[in-house]
């Protein structure tokens, strides 16, 4: 007879046993329970909250002011001075160089991106009307301003795109114009021009 015998399985204590499948069925639920604490970061995934959003931008560093002045449904205006009206949102006022620059742990960072950030955070029907601005010139150069319409849900799309001269201070283009049909859809987009700066104070 061997002095030694290998254990098998009929030989653990079932005790032991007992004690290991509960050891088990802690370290699951305990990583099932860390998941949903610290759900995995969705990559890739834009979530602006609005319908639509209109991106004006110029030139990087160009010191010039350019404005963004929109016009909804109702006739209500949203520019720098009135960044919102119902679902339509100024995000930005950018007014070139002169709010470029940040000071950070007493170092000065300049942002050399000049654009500004219109939502639409609903679909209301009717006509919309997006105009560009030349408020204020440094150099006294023209500047292109390009403009893109874009679409968010159900996906990103651009829906059109134009890039307007602005010659002189005081120019206004419309950039683009464009309908909310009543079940939302974007139809009639065109650059009709209408005016929406003349008449309001600055």
Do not use: C
Request: aromatic share 8%; proline share 6%; glycine share 6%.
């Amino acid at each position: 007879m061997a002095l030694f015998q290998r254990r098998t399985s009929t030989d653990i204590d079932p005790f032991t046993d007992l004690l290991f499948n509960a050891l088990l069925t802690f370290t699951f639920l305990f990583l099932i329970a860390l998941l949903l604490l610290n759900p995995p970061a969705k990559t890739g995934i834009i979530d602006p909250k609005a319908e639509l959003l209109i991106t004006v931008s110029w030139p990087d560093r160009d010191p010039n002011d350019i404005d963004v002045w929109a016009s909804g449904p109702d006739g209500k205006q949203v520019w720098y001075k009135r960044t919102q009206d119902g679902l339509m949102h100024l995000d930005r006022d950018d007014r070139g160089l002169a709010n470029d620059t940040q000071v950070i742990n007493g170092k000065e960072i300049i942002n050399p991106l000049n654009q500004e950030v219109l939502t639409i955070r609903g679909r209301p029907p009717g006509e919309y009307v997006i105009n560009v601005h030349y408020f204020k010139s440094e150099n006294k150069t023209e500047v292109p301003v390009t403009v893109y319409l874009a679409e968010v849900n159900p996906v990103m799309k651009v829906l059109h795109y134009h890039t307007a001269v602005l010659k002189k201070e005081g120019d206004e283009q419309t950039a683009v114009r464009f309908t909310l049909t009543p079940n939302g859809k974007v139809t009639n987009i065109n650059q009709l021009q209408k005016s929406l700066v003349k008449g309001l104070s600055k």
